[in-house]
């Protein structure tokens, strides 16, 4: 979550093909390598992102024509992380809107969208949120980073109710002070797991009528 939009890491071409088109970070294996430590160590070297609070396979692509010059088998994965880390991005590396995706290289920009089309879904019925979101939160800071990754207006009030009901989150005991603006200090919450849970197999969260 950047400036209140879901936003997806990108980094610029430098050669053929596509150059100048942006790509999904990535790599080849090792040797003994599983994906997932692949997938981290490319992260950490390649754009210095090393904590991703959630991460798992997203699909996986293995058309002979992907690949302008050799034959990929691709496996993609979705990797989340919380809105309060911002780690340092070489200059050809930038975070970009979903919704506004520039010229994407291959199959990438498809894959983004996958990507954004899953976090909606585990949204609803998980308590996937707790991977955007700061350790400790408002209310309305939460329901900033919902509304932002699914797309549609959600209500606070529901949001709170839908939550609490699930067990998803439990409030602090603290509170947050108010801005310049004055205002009443605004209870904190966090959630209950910091670990990717079910909590309704069947719930949908759609926006207002």
Same mark, same amino acid.
């Given at each position: 979550?950047?400036?209140?939009?879901?936003?997806?890491? $990108?980094?610029? &071409?430098?050669?053929?093909?596509?150059?100048?088109?942006? *790509?999904?970070? @990535?790599?080849? #294996?090792? =040797?003994? /390598?599983?994906?997932?430590?692949?997938?981290?160590?490319?992260?950490?070297?390649?754009?210095?992102?090393?904590?991703?609070?959630?991460?798992?396979?997203?699909?996986?692509?293995?058309?002979?024509?992907?690949?302008?010059?050799?034959?990929?088998?691709?496996?993609?994965?979705?990797?989340?992380?919380?809105?309060?880390?911002?780690?340092?991005?070489?200059?050809?590396?930038?975070?970009?809107?979903?919704?506004?995706?520039?010229?994407?290289?291959?199959?990438?920009?498809?894959?983004? $969208?996958?990507? &954004?089309?899953?976090?909606?879904?585990?949204?609803?019925? *998980?308590?996937? @949120?707790?991977? #955007?979101? =700061?350790? /400790?939160?408002?209310?309305?800071?939460?329901?900033?980073?919902?509304?932002?990754?699914?797309?549609?207006?959600?209500?606070?009030?529901?949001?709170?109710?839908?939550?609490?009901?699930?067990?998803?989150?439990?409030?602090?005991?603290?509170?947050?002070?108010?801005?310049?603006?004055?205002?009443?200090?605004?209870?904190?919450?966090?959630?209950?797991?910091?670990?990717?849970?079910?909590?309704?197999?069947?719930?949908?969260?759609?926006?207002?009528?």
């Amino acid at each position: 979550m950047r400036e209140n939009r879901l936003q997806v890491l $990108l980094w610029e &071409r430098a050669k053929q093909p596509d150059l100048g088109a942006w *790509s999904l970070p @990535g790599g080849y #294996l090792e =040797p003994g /390598e599983t994906l997932e430590e692949s997938i981290r160590r490319h992260l950490a070297a390649k754009v210095d992102v090393r904590e991703v609070a959630h991460l798992e396979q997203l699909e996986t692509l293995s058309d002979p024509d992907r690949g302008a010059r050799e034959w990929q088998l691709a496996t993609c994965y979705l990797g989340l992380v919380p809105r309060d880390l911002d780690p340092a991005l070489p200059e050809d590396t930038h975070w970009h809107p979903v919704d506004e995706l520039p010229r994407m290289a291959f199959d990438h920009g498809d894959i983004t $969208l996958a990507g &954004r089309e899953r976090l909606r879904a585990k949204l609803s019925y *998980s308590n996937a @949120g707790f991977a #955007l979101a =700061p350790q /400790e939160f408002t209310l309305s800071e939460l329901r900033e980073i919902y509304v932002a990754a699914l797309g549609h207006p959600v209500s606070a009030t529901n949001l709170k109710r839908v939550l609490l009901r699930r067990g998803a989150l439990e409030p602090t005991g603290e509170v947050r002070s108010h801005g310049p603006s004055g205002g009443r200090p605004a209870a904190l919450f966090r959630f209950r797991s910091r670990g990717l849970e079910i909590t309704d197999p069947f719930a949908v969260l759609r926006p207002p009528r």
